[in-house]
């Protein structure tokens, strides 16, 4: 566990008595987008970089992206169009982008750079930490009561921090975080509403860092 998530998780017990009020106030507004400047890799040119001088070997992409950088490649693609999370289609005569809302380790990422270039709005997106100032909705019961999410958000952070590695070592290396979550459901004995809300906060997160469904996800590796 890095240095970053222990003052995360630090912070978030802090927070979590806030999660009654705050989950009860009004989100705020949308900030405005930063204004776009340049930074020291941008020449103030518009034009598009020439390709790879010279002979280039063959490229494999799994996944297609970006294109033109001047590489003869074979994209496999998981579906029928090219282009993942960065993908843009027309919605009522406006273009619409499908995904790039999230960056995954921001870090020296280059696409940090662009977005700041672009300004494009960057704001936190710890799970933990954004607890407390979330509404939850939940299409049996309607809007799910601070108190409720305390509670199952209070859980997830026990799996996490507690639970798991001692669950992982009784269900064995072949466990799965379905396995390791369904086993702490019946070790807590939770039942109907509880159980379902913890169920959820713990696949969230276990599921959104890591991309994965829970049934896949190794129990023991995210254990440790």
């Not at 998530?5 to 989950?23: K, P």
């Not at 074979?74 to 499908?98: C, F, K, M, N, Y």
């Not at 086993?183 to 509880?194: D, F, M, N, S, V």
């Not at 890591?210 to 995210?222: F, G, H, M, R, V």
Request: charged letters at 20%; aromatic letters at 8%.
């Amino acid at each position: 566990m890095s240095p970053s998530n222990d003052l995360t998780r630090r912070r978030f017990l802090q927070l979590m008595a806030l999660t009654a009020g705050a989950a009860a106030l009004p989100r705020p507004g949308f900030p405005r987008p930063l204004v776009p400047m340049p930074l020291s890799y941008d020449d103030g040119s518009n034009a598009i970089p020439p390709g790879v001088a010279g002979e280039v070997g063959r490229v494999i992409i799994i996944g297609g992206g970006f294109a033109d950088a001047g590489v003869p490649c074979v994209v496999l693609e998981g579906r029928d169009r090219i282009g993942g999370r960065a993908h843009t289609v027309d919605v009522g005569g406006s273009p619409v982008d499908l995904g790039c809302s999230w960056i995954t380790d921001p870090v020296g990422n280059p696409m940090t750079t662009f977005a700041t270039q672009a300004g494009v709005l960057q704001t936190n997106a710890s799970i933990e930490l954004d607890v407390p100032e979330s509404r939850f909705y939940d299409e049996r019961t309607g809007v799910v009561l601070p108190t409720s999410t305390l509670q199952a958000a209070a859980h997830a952070l026990r799996f996490e921090e507690i639970d798991a590695s001692n669950i992982s070592a009784k269900l064995g290396p072949k466990a799965t975080t379905k396995d390791g979550i369904i086993a702490y459901i019946k070790q807590q004995k939770l039942t109907g509403e509880a159980a379902r809300f913890a169920e959820y906060f713990l696949r969230l997160i276990v599921e959104l860092p890591d991309a994965t469904d829970w049934d896949l996800d190794s129990l023991q590796y995210w254990a440790n």
